[in-house]
Nanobody
């Protein structure tokens, strides 16, 4: 049974940092692509970052490049999203999802089909100015 659980959100001042965790069960994160998404109230879902063993490098949305870093811990079966220099526009619910590890899957992050079968509950990140 595939399960994903995001955690680590909270309230932080602009310029601060948070590390989000995506704990996976029912599969190995090393065998699949894990994507991070966010959705702010009244806005569309946005693909933030993605990591896959089939791709040469992680994917980052332009809005977070240079500030966010995604990593994977195969022992903990957890994917992390380190978020530095947070801005008020980063405020959103963040969640993770899993997809097959076909080469090139990460740059297609915003086209992933998400359902209760491949995404977990989110964690709220609030950045105050």
């Amino acid at each position: 049974d595939v399960q994903l659980q995001a955690s680590g959100g909270g309230l932080v001042q602009a310029g601060g940092s948070l590390r989000l965790s995506c704990a996976a069960s029912g599969f190995s994160v090393d065998d699949f692509a894990i994507g991070w998404f966010r959705q702010a109230p009244g806005k569309e879902r946005e693909g933030v970052s993605c990591i896959s063993s089939s791709d040469d490098r992680p994917y980052y949305a332009d809005a977070v490049k240079g500030r966010f870093t995604v990593s994977s811990d195969n022992v903990e079966n957890t994917v992390y999203l380190q978020m530095n220099d947070l801005k008020p526009e980063d405020t959103a619910e963040y969640y993770c999802a899993v997809a097959g590890s076909a080469r090139g899957i990460c740059p297609l992050l915003n086209h992933w089909t998400l359902s209760d079968n491949n995404r977990g509950q989110g964690t709220l990140v609030t950045v105050s100015s």
